[in-house]
């Protein structure tokens, strides 16, 4: 193999082995600005997004040890990493998708599983990683607050004092 397309695969590798995820789009239809802007979006949430030759990318994938989607590897295609929160970087194409109706997903890697465009889709249609922590912190704090009044009804009772 060409020493210089080597040094290309092992880049492309190297990003595969820190990133837990990769997500891979098919961008034909996206102008140039609108690409930049889609990855200035990218880059603020800890995600990028490359192009590359889809044989480099095929070859990297086997040398990162994830599994095969060479068949989704066809046309123009951008690949992002990140080492951030996926659902972040799904977030940034589903808005950028539903604004320009480009950039549709074709599939992902995340944590060594496949995954489709409607399951990558549907990560990024999940609320904020903060939201969700705040929801399950609610639901916690719930039970505990519950389980409490119930203790405390208990104690009153047995003291023969009452709330009423």
């Given at each position: 193999?060409?020493p210089d397309?080597?040094?290309?695969?092992?880049?492309?590798t190297?990003?595969l082995?820190?990133?837990p995820?990769l997500?891979?789009i098919?961008?034909?239809?996206v102008?140039?600005p609108?690409?930049?802007?889609?990855?200035a979006s990218l880059?603020?949430c800890?995600?990028?997004c490359?192009?590359?030759?889809?044989?480099?990318?095929?070859t990297a994938l086997v040398?990162?040890g994830?599994?095969?989607?060479?068949e989704?590897?066809n046309?123009?295609t951008?690949?992002?990493?990140g080492?951030?929160?996926?659902a972040?970087a799904?977030?940034?194409?589903?808005?950028?998708n539903?604004?320009s109706?480009?950039?549709?997903y074709?599939?992902a890697?995340?944590?060594?599983?496949?995954?489709?465009?409607a399951?990558i889709?549907?990560?990024?249609?999940?609320p904020s990683?903060?939201?969700l922590?705040?929801?399950?912190?609610?639901?916690?704090?719930g039970?505990g607050s519950?389980?409490?009044?119930?203790i405390?009804?208990?104690?009153?009772?047995?003291?023969g004092?009452?709330?009423?």
């Amino acid at each position: 193999m060409n020493p210089d397309k080597r040094i290309i695969i092992d880049g492309l590798t190297e990003r595969l082995n820190k990133s837990p995820f990769l997500i891979v789009i098919d961008y034909t239809t996206v102008t140039v600005p609108e690409f930049t802007g889609l990855r200035a979006s990218l880059d603020a949430c800890g995600a990028q997004c490359h192009v590359a030759k889809n044989n480099f990318m095929r070859t990297a994938l086997v040398d990162a040890g994830l599994p095969d989607i060479g068949e989704h590897l066809n046309g123009q295609t951008a690949f992002i990493t990140g080492t951030a929160d996926v659902a972040a970087a799904a977030k940034v194409v589903n808005t950028f998708n539903k604004a320009s109706k480009k950039a549709d997903y074709k599939v992902a890697i995340v944590d060594g599983a496949v995954m489709s465009a409607a399951q990558i889709r549907q990560i990024g249609d999940l609320p904020s990683r903060d939201v969700l922590l705040a929801t399950l912190l609610g639901t916690i704090n719930g039970a505990g607050s519950a389980l409490a009044r119930v203790i405390q009804a208990y104690v009153d009772k047995e003291n023969g004092t009452s709330a009423e």
